[in-house]
């Protein structure tokens, strides 16, 4: 079952990887899309606006979330422990001892 967990978790941050990545790179094209619109301006600029805020930031925005959940399922399955502090054994230089 640890080496199922082990291989799916792989798997999963794979995915993860690649969707994260199409997410921000996503999101960085809207940010060309609102300059666009900008350089544009008048009528035809405020439609660009409103279809990038009503149309692809949402989809960008659930599959953002999407990601994340795969991620924190990944590291849930291979057991990784994000965030937490752990003890460590500090060394003393010689000149210290």
Do not use: W
Request: aromatic share 10%; with cysteine; hydrophobic share 55%.
């Amino acid at each position: 079952m640890k080496e199922f967990c082990k291989k799916l978790s792989d798997i999963l941050k794979t995915i993860f990887g690649y969707g994260i990545m199409i997410s921000l790179f996503a999101g960085g094209l809207t940010f060309f899309g609102f300059l666009a619109a900008l350089i544009i301006g008048g009528n035809i600029g405020a439609v660009i606006c409103a279809v990038i805020y009503k149309k692809i930031l949402p989809a960008i925005i659930y599959l953002a979330v999407i990601m994340v959940l795969l991620g924190l399922l990944s590291m849930y399955l291979a057991g990784e422990k994000a965030l937490t502090p752990e003890k460590k054994q500090v060394r003393k230089h010689k000149g210290e001892m």
